[in-house]
């Protein structure tokens, strides 16, 4: 160690502070810094001697109790005892405000005309609640959707479509169309919307409007703007993570080896099922079943998050999804690549990919429903 | 002598009592601390005696977890100096060049006239540790600065206060 390295820390020994060794050791050998170490120490010596010939000031006995007191309220309490900087506190205020009237503008933003609109349906005849998701930036990929509610009732088939907007008002064209008896559910109940005039209904953001289905009664419709397209289409307020006895997919990618097998967008999702499955059919892959219990013939494969992982036919799979599909740890899968839709789905098409999140026993069915 | 928690609890509860024995241990070291600081006696005096006002008017700056009482006095008083010295503007200025007539009578001394050349900042840190022996965790209370920072500046100070002690005995020749 050289001097200059070492005395600081000569000054540090003359305070009684402990030093390194190695420091020590070399103040123990230097002359330059034992010199130094007596300057200070004779320094403060003389100090001490020289403050000591001081006249020190003959205190009295104050009286205190006549001087008034503060009563000191909490802003003042708390800025004596701050224990950060004045500044820095005053910035970390303004930090807050102004995030805090982020979160304002934010939430404001919701309120006024963004590029989404929800559109909320109340079914009267057994409460169920519905949502549809809109884009209304001109993306026919997302601006209507449909939906068939059924039940001892008899049987709901409606259509919401996005036309346009005035100011914050949203402009739907509606198709809805009632049925009194129980009838078997498929793809060809939206069919059943071609010949039935379209009705338009204004929406403002935040009230309750009505529609009127002949024979059925009325249909209760609110929306609201979001500033962005949620993940779940039907579910714009879901949690990113999955419920209970719950299987849910969005924009699924498959990737066999260094393959990309498939890259589909949308959303599905099975609630409340404790054998929730996934089915996956794609044109020229034929069908991936993909179940939450194990079933005949199916590999085990493993659940991490977004991606699910499997060995299928001697080659690695991995499935990548746009959010948590199940809390099991475990799937079980199988591929059957000569499955053909249309010869089990009313209405569906070979050469159109789907996917959906069903229970098990249903989607292990000859005969797959649609809408259930 | 009660600690200093309870000390400083019966002061908040308005104990006349026990701020006057507080004073009467501490107001003559905080003044002579000040003087150096100030290098002026009435200044000095002034300044102990508005640090105390204060303190006794709003009780509420101390906390016994942070430190010991005898340190937040200096800190307090420091700060009082220092505004003091803002307050001098220009005159300060003018007394750093020449060195005010009565602290050279006081100080009468070799060390203590070379110690009136540093700036405020270096004497206020070599009095506090050399005369009043305030630990480096309490110059760190006392400056608001890191420890770290204390024992840096202490030898930069020291070595200031040696430097020019070392070429004082020349300067004192020139002036006669």
């Not at chain 1, 160690?1 to 050791?25: N, T, Y």
């Not at chain 1, 884009?135 to 059924?150: L, Q």
């Not at chain 2, 609890?9 to 002579?32: C, N, S, T």
Request: a neutral charge; aromatic letters at 8%.
């Amino acid at each position: 160690m050289k001097c200059e390295d070492a005395s600081e820390f000569v000054s540090a020994l003359c305070d009684g502070e402990g030093i390194p060794k190695e420091a020590a050791e070399h103040i123990g050998e230097c002359e330059e810094c034992r010199a130094r170490l007596n300057a200070y120490s004779a320094m403060g010596t003389e100090l001490r001697r020289v403050a000591s010939l001081q006249e020190q000031t003959e205190v009295k006995a104050g009286s205190w109790e006549k001087v008034t007191r503060a009563q000191p309220n909490w802003w003042q309490k708390g800025s004596t005892t701050m224990r950060i900087p004045r500044f820095a506190f005053a910035s970390m205020l303004g930090m807050i405000l102004l995030l805090s009237g982020g979160l304002v503008l934010v939430r404001a933003r919701t309120a006024v005309a963004g590029p989404v609109f929800v559109l909320t349906y109340k079914i009267p005849a057994d409460g169920r609640v519905g949502r549809c998701t809109m884009v209304t930036g001109g993306n026919r990929k997302i601006n209507s959707c449909s939906d068939g509610v059924g039940g001892p009732w008899g049987f709901l088939t409606m259509k919401m479509r996005y036309m346009g907007k005035e100011s914050e008002r949203v402009e739907l064209g509606v198709k809805t169309r009632y049925e009194a008896q129980a009838r078997p559910l498929g793809m060809s109940n939206i069919d059943t919307l071609q010949d039935v005039p379209e009705e338009t209904v204004w929406i403002d953001p935040g009230s309750k409007q009505q529609i009127s289905v002949p024979g059925f009664g009325e249909i209760e419709l609110t929306g609201e703007y979001l500033d962005h397209i949620p993940t779940l289409l039907f579910r714009p307020n879901e949690a990113l993570d999955p419920q209970k006895d719950e299987f849910r997919i969005a924009s699924p990618v498959l990737i066999r080896g260094k393959e990309v097998v498939f890259n589909l967008d949308g959303s599905s999702i099975d609630s409340g099922d404790p054998e929730a499955a996934l089915m996956i059919y794609f044109p020229g892959e034929g069908r991936y079943l993909i179940s939450t219990v194990p079933f005949e013939a199916a590999v085990e494969g493993k659940v991490d998050l977004g991606q699910i992982k499997f060995s299928l036919e001697g080659k690695e799979y991995l499935l990548l999804t746009a959010m948590p599909t199940t809390r099991s740890e475990h799937v079980w899968v199988t591929h059957d690549p000569q499955y053909k839709l249309s010869e089990h789905m009313q209405g569906a098409h070979d050469d159109q990919p789907m996917f959906m999140a069903r229970s098990l026993s249903k989607l292990l069915q000859e005969r797959i429903r649609h809408i259930m | 002598m009660p600690d200093d928690r309870d000390l400083w609890e019966r002061i908040g509860r308005g104990d006349a009592f026990a701020f006057d024995a507080l004073y009467r241990a501490h107001a003559p070291k905080v003044e002579l601390f000040l003087r150096q600081s100030l290098r002026s006696r009435q200044a000095a005096e002034d300044v102990m005696q508005e640090t105390f006002a204060q303190i006794w008017k709003s009780p509420n700056g101390f906390e016994p977890s942070r430190g010991t009482l005898r340190a937040y006095l200096f800190g307090a008083a420091r700060k009082r100096a220092a505004e003091w010295w803002r307050k001098q503007g220009a005159a300060r200025n003018r007394e750093v060049e020449n060195g005010p007539a009565e602290s050279k009578a006081e100080i009468a001394s070799l060390v203590g006239n070379v110690f009136a050349h540093l700036p405020e900042e270096q004497r206020t840190l070599i009095w506090l540790r050399e005369v009043e022996g305030q630990s480096y965790a309490e110059l760190a209370m006392i400056l608001e600065i890191p420890v770290g920072t204390v024992r840096s500046r202490l030898f930069a100070a020291r070595e200031a206060l040696r430097s020019v002690w070392h070429a004082a005995p020349k300067a004192k020749k020139e002036d006669a």
